[in-house]
C-alpha cells in the first residue's frame, strides 16, 4: 500500500473508529509532511493535504467522527475536515491562550469528544468543542510532569493515564472530578527509561492491564496497583556487538547505548544486563566460556563472568577505541584491534580471568576492522578501514607475506575481504558494502550482512563470482554484526 506515494518515511499509520477502520490515516515524513487518507481495502487514496513545515509527530481520527482529524508537531495543533473529498484546515480552531509549546508531543480524544494534548513543557491540557465546532482551551494541567509528556491512555473508568519521558512517571486523573490527581502513580526505574507509549488491553480502572513501552526499548506489563515485568527487553541505541557462547545456547550483545546483555536463544530471555561507562563496540567470549570480553570506545576492555555479568577484571587497551577483539582457538592470547591501527597482543592466564601484555603489532594504514585467528592460534588476518587484507604473526609480532598464508585454515572468518567471501561480493548492487560476516561452526556456511540491510547466507568458502545465495533483507537499515549459535 502507498508503494511510490511517499516522499520519505511514513511516521504515522492510525485508523478512523465510526466506519470500523475502513480508512487508514498516513503522514508522510518528507519536507511537506503529507497527510494521505487511504480506503486500505480498495488500496486507493481518498484524499491528501500538506500539514506544515515544521515537524509533526502525532496525528489521529476524532473517534466520534472519522472527518474530523487532528495533527500536532513542533510549535503546530492542526484540526482538519474532510468535506467534498478535500482536507479543509480549521484555522478557528486550536488556538493557545499564552505560548505555544515547543512541541505538542502526544494527543487523545476522551469519550465526551474532548481532545487532551501533552506537551513539551510537561502540560496537559483539554480542549472542548463549542456550538460553532470550534476547539478551544476548556482546563490546563501545568506542569503534570517535568519536561515532555510522551504518552496519554483512557481507561474504561474515565482514569487518565499520562507518561513522562524525563521524569520516569506514570500519573492517573480523574476525569469526572475535572481531571484532579487520582492519587495514583508509579515512577519507573532509571534502567528502564522514560515512559514512551501507554496501552491498555482491557477497559478496567487502576487495577486493568497496562502495556508501557519505555525510552530504553523496554515493554512492561502490570498496573498501577502491583509491580511492572518486563515482557520485551532490548538496546535503544546501535548495535554494533555480538558474540555466541562456544558451547551454549546463550549470546552476548553490547551497543552505542553502553548495555551489555546476555541472552537464552531457545528461551528468548534476558538472563542479565549490565551497564557500562562507554559505548561497546566488539566482544568476545573465552574459548572456555566461562568469560566474555568487552571492547569499549575508551580503549579499555572489560572481562565479565559468562552466568552472572559480575565484572572479573579490566584494563586500558588504547587512547583510542576498541574496534574488535578476538581470543585464540587454545585460549592462551587475546589480540585487540583498535583506532590507533595497532593489535594489542595480550597472554592469558586462568581461563580468561588474567591477562598480561605481550606487544603490539604495528603496519596497518587504517583502523582495523575485522580479524580472526587460524587454527594454531599463531597466525591472525584483518581487514582494516580501506578493506585492506593484511595476515601478521603472533608469536614474533610482524607481518606476515599473503603467499605464507594462502593455505591457513582459520579458525573463525568474520573478515569481509579474502578468497574464500570473495564471492559475496559480485551480486551486490551500487554503492553497497559488506559490513560483517560470520562462519558457522561446521564451517560449510557463511553468511554476510551488508550496508543495505540485506543478510546473504551461501555455502563456505564462497570464491565463485556467481556462487547461489538466499538472500533475506532484515534490517532497514546496515546489518553491523552477525554470528552463528553454537551447534
Not at 494527543?107 to 506537551?119: A, M
Not at 497496562?210 to 509491580?227: P, S
Not at 548495535?239 to 536463544?265: I, K, R, T
Request: hydrophobic content about 40%; aromatic content about 10%.
Amino acid at each position: 500500500l502507498g508503494m511510490g506515494d511517499f516522499h520519505a518515511a511514513v511516521v504515522i499509520v492510525t485508523f478512523s473508529h465510526v466506519n470500523n477502520g475502513a480508512w487508514l490515516l498516513a503522514l508522510d515524513g518528507g519536507e511537506n509532511h503529507g497527510l494521505a487518507l487511504w480506503d486500505w481495502e480498495r488500496e486507493s487514496i481518498v484524499c491528501t493535504s500538506k500539514t506544515s513545515l515544521e515537524t509533526v509527530v502525532c496525528a489521529t481520527f476524532n473517534p466520534k467522527d472519522d472527518c474530523s482529524i487532528v495533527s500536532a508537531g513542533k510549535q503546530h495543533l492542526n484540526f482538519w475536515k474532510l468535506i467534498n473529498g478535500k482536507l479543509l484546515k480549521d484555522k478557528k480552531s486550536g488556538h493557545f491562550i499564552d505560548e505555544v509549546p515547543h512541541y505538542i508531543t502526544c494527543l487523545l480524544f476522551n469519550s465526551k469528544g474532548e481532545l487532551i494534548t501533552g506537551d513539551s513543557s510537561g502540560n496537559i491540557i483539554i480542549w472542548t468543542m463549542d456550538e460553532r465546532e470550534i476547539y478551544f482551551i476548556k482546563h490546563t494541567i501545568l506542569r503534570a510532569h517535568e519536561k515532555s509528556v510522551f504518552a496519554l491512555c483512557l481507561l474504561g473508568d474515565e482514569t487518565l493515564l499520562s507518561g513522562g519521558g524525563l521524569d520516569r512517571r506514570i500519573i492517573a486523573w480523574d476525569v469526572l472530578q475535572g481531571y484532579r490527581s487520582a492519587k495514583a502513580g508509579r515512577q519507573l526505574p532509571e534502567s528502564i527509561g522514560g515512559v514512551r507509549m501507554l496501552a491498555t488491553a482491557s477497559g478496567g480502572g487502576l487495577d486493568g492491564q497496562l502495556f508501557v513501552g519505555t525510552t530504553k526499548n523496554c515493554i512492561l506489563e502490570g498496573n498501577l496497583q502491583q509491580k511492572f515485568s518486563s515482557i520485551v527487553q532490548g538496546h535503544f541505541e546501535e548495535l554494533w556487538a555480538v558474540a555466541c557462547h562456544p558451547n551454549e545456547e546463550l549470546f552476548v550483545s553490547a551497543g552505542f547505548d553502553a548495555q551489555v546483555c546476555m541472552w537464552n536463544s531457545s528461551t528468548h530471555k534476558l538472563l542479565w544486563k549490565v551497564s557500562s561507562e562507554k559505548p561497546c563496540l566488539t566482544c568476545a567470549f573465552h574459548p572456555s566460556g566461562s568469560v566474555v570480553g568487552i571492547g569499549h570506545s575508551s580503549g579499555r576492555f572489560v572481562v565479565l563472568n559468562t552466568y552472572s555479568g559480575l565484572h572479573v577484571t579490566s584494563f586500558h587497551v588504547s587512547n583510542q577505541q576498541v574496534d574488535v577483539a578476538r581470543i585464540s582457538p587454545d585460549g592462551a592470547t587475546l589480540a585487540v584491534g583498535c583506532h590507533d591501527r595497532n593489535i594489542h597482543v595480550y597472554d592469558i592466564q586462568d581461563s580468561g580471568l588474567s591477562y598480561k601484555k605481550i606487544g603490539t603489532i604495528s603496519g596497518h594504514n587504517s583502523f582495523i576492522m575485522q580479524m580472526d585467528w587460524d587454527d594454531s592460534s599463531r597466525y591472525l588476518q584483518t581487514v582494516s578501514g580501506n578493506y585492506n587484507l593484511s595476515f601478521w604473526s603472533a608469536t614474533s609480532l610482524g607481518v606476515l607475506p599473503s603467499i605464507e598464508a594462502r593455505d591457513f585454515d582459520w579458525y573463525s572468518h568474520i573478515c569481509v575481504v579474502g578468497f574464500h567471501v570473495a564471492g559475496a561480493w559480485s551480486a551486490l548492487g551500487q554503492d553497497t558494502e559488506i559490513n560483517t560476516c560470520a562462519r558457522s561452526q561446521q564451517r560449510h556456511l557463511v553468511a554476510t550482512g551488508d550496508s543495505r540491510g540485506t543478510m546473504r547466507l551461501m555455502q563456505y568458502p564462497a570464491s565463485h563470482n556467481k556462487c547461489f545465495s538466499w538472500d533475506q533483507r532484515i534490517c532497514s537499515r546496515g546489518v553491523t554484526s552477525l554470528e552463528f549459535l553454537a551447534g
